[in-house]
């Protein structure tokens, strides 16, 4: 008894507390989440991702269940940069721990750079995601799908700030190492893996597809094992830390991510199912730490037996 | 069902709804949304059809278990808001649920419940109100009860001799053609309306922004904003 294990990990020019995140999308801008958690104790907080322009978002319906998991097509509603940071980064700057701001550009991947630029004045943005693989804005391609398109933006990303980058690759690609080489390459700190897998859901007695857009983003423990082969993959490839997520519902599926590699682990829509879960999985690694006598959580990336 | 549950019981209001996780499986993966029915005491009860996986698991639950709930949660109905003489309440098949609870806090004023389904087995808590006192009135589809044709078409009959009454207010839950009905209704009589609606929730508390409806200010959360909206702000 007594052991207090070190849970403290870094990110790029990140120091978190503890390993948790919670991934962008699921999260909201924490607000939705005071009734439920203390917010202090999370590792770091990924926001739902912001444009530079405010967008509407897709029509109803945008979700629908799926076995052990659920399909998305929200379509990066949000409020736009500079209302965000008007109405909703003083509240996320009071909570205390590091905030991760997660942009996308909408028609110009140049909106990227003018995002950046803009949040790399602001303090209280601690780090920022790059999501180039979001799959709900009618683009046929993603960013995330062309390395040479991802390595020529990450590059020049990296030339207007000096804020960690962390770069959300997209799973629905033939080789998932390859876009993970080029951010490391172009100077991403960190990659995110993995956001969603598309996916599509038919109602068979309408014959009408379950989703608005048709196909959508398929999250939940459905996707966890191509998550865990993908971090698994692609840490023997690469030097920076790995955040991992897919599926993540409990403190042994977060192992899962900590043993194929991952240095830091989000949890999605878990969230939405139990609010609280963030704060038990905090607890729960430290418990298992202790329990089993790991004085580091360091020790567990990477460490699968083969 | 009656789930005991001291602090939800103790804060919810009408038109507010709980989320449940039916069983600690994968299968459902998410809550699901229950309005409130009814407020005991300390007891809450929650009304449902079979109709999917999760109220399956649901009616089978036995007397004393735990289920994980989370509530009360949304915005309900806003009562006395015109100080009207006469309430009238609309229900939809199931969309009696969250009626009741409302009822109940009407129960003081004048009220009238019409209550529409398929047909008459369908039709239900006609008693329950009938108990509080309520005016109730039925229409089926098929005839097989009171009135034979839409609860909207019921309501629109018994209008001209309601507005006498004015102000008036409506409160309604229902199929979602039934309340772009009565929104259309409220317009024409320039009755406010408050409705019930429903959405594919993911999470139902406001941070997935998946349970959305298309409003004047744009799109606003089922969840948060709503379930229970005036009328004249849905744009259909």
Known sequence: MGMNPNVQVIIGRLKLKNPV?????????????THFIDLKKLGAIVTKTITLHPRKGNPAPRTCETPAGMLNSIGLENPGLEVFIQEKLPFLKKIGVPIIISIASEEDPEEFIVLVKRLTKIKEASAIELNISCPNIGHKSLIAQDSKAAYNLIRAV?????????????????????????????????????NTLTGMSIDVETKKPRLSTITGGLSGPAIRPIAVRMVWEVYQKIKIPIIGMGGIIDTF???????????AIAIGSANFVQPRITIEIIAGLKKYLAENKIKDIRVLVGALKV | MVLKTPRISRQALPGQFLEIKVADSYEPFLRRPFGVHRVRGENLEILYEVVGKATEILAQKKAGEYLDVIGPLGNGFRLNITHSTL????????????????????AETKHQVLIGAKTKSQIFCEKEFQDL?????????????????KVTDLLQKILPHAISHKPLAIYACGPRPMLQEISRISKKYNIPAQISLEEHMACGIGACLGCVVNTRAGYARVCKEGPVFDADKIVW
């Open chain 2, 133 to 149: 006192g309520s005016d109730v009135k039925i229409s089926t589809d098929d005839g097989s009860q009171g009135f034979k044709g």
């Open chain 1, 253 to 263: 599926s977060a192992l899962e991510f900590f043993l194929a590699g991952a240095t």
């Open chain 1, 21 to 33: 995140l919670v991934a962008s999308g699921t999260f909201g801008y924490a607000q939705e989440f």
């Open chain 1, 158 to 194: 990296r030339k207007v700030t000096t804020k960690t980058l962390i770069t959300k690759l997209s799973p629905n690609v033939t080789d998932i190492t390859e876009a993970a080489l080029a951010a490391q390459n172009a100077g991403s700190d960190a990659i995110s893996l993995i």
């Open chain 2, 87 to 106: 309430n009238i309440l609309v229900a939809g098949g199931m969309g009696v649920a969250p009626l009741m609870f409302l009822a109940e806090k009407l």
